[in-house]
């Protein structure tokens, strides 16, 4: 079996499951919040955390193993500007991601609090699901643009 092949479609696998799961899981998350239905938001905000450690963080921790040794069997050198853009874009979105993380799992205790207590949502909800919405558009532009980057390996300007 190819060594490369191998890493390639693991790499793939992974970037889908990576972007695919943190778009839909974002998607049905905005949407939950958008009905202010505490038993709803309860329901989804638990399953966005579980999705979240059962398919984006193995996937986060794969894009960067396979993606090494991608460049180093290809003999891609790590300085291509390529590289060091998308590099550069997946810090930035693991910058976004990381606090995304506790909020999620603190907007998904607040809601299972409210639902266990018939109380509505506290304005502290409201504030952190603005701020986790707010720290998914720049994670999301990142991933687009690796995508891109992965795909096209342009010669950028400083290359």
């Known amino acids: 079996m190819n060594l490369y092949l191998t890493?390639?479609?693991l790499h793939i696998l992974s970037s889908?499951?990576?972007v695919g799961t943190g778009f839909g899981t974002a998607f049905y998350f905005f949407f939950a919040n958008r009905t202010r239905s505490v038993p709803v938001i309860a329901a989804v905000s638990r399953l966005v955390v579980r999705a979240d450690w059962w398919f984006t963080t193995p996937a986060v921790v794969a894009q960067?193993?396979?993606?090494?040794?991608?460049?180093?069997?290809a003999g891609w050198p790590w300085r291509a500007p390529?590289?060091?853009?998308?590099?550069?874009l997946?810090?930035?979105?693991?910058?976004?991601?990381?606090?995304?993380?506790?909020?999620?799992?603190?907007?998904?205790r607040r809601a299972a609090h409210a639902q266990n207590t018939g109380k509505p949502?506290?304005?502290?909800?409201?504030?952190?699901?603005?701020r986790w919405e707010l720290l998914g558009y720049p994670a999301f532009a990142a991933m687009l643009a690796i995508y891109f980057l992965m795909v096209l390996k342009p010669s950028l300007a400083w290359g």
């Not at 390529?82 to 550069?88: D, H, Q, S």
């Open 7 to 9: 890493l390639k479609a």
């Open 16 to 18: 889908v499951i990576l």
């Open 64 to 73: 960067p193993l396979t993606g090494w040794g991608l460049m180093h069997l």
């Open 82 to 88: 390529w590289i060091m853009a998308a590099v550069a």
């Open 90 to 108: 997946y810090l930035l979105a693991g910058l976004c991601w990381l606090p995304v993380v506790g909020l999620q799992m603190r907007l998904a």
């Open 121 to 130: 949502l506290p304005p502290a909800y409201w504030r952190d699901a603005r």
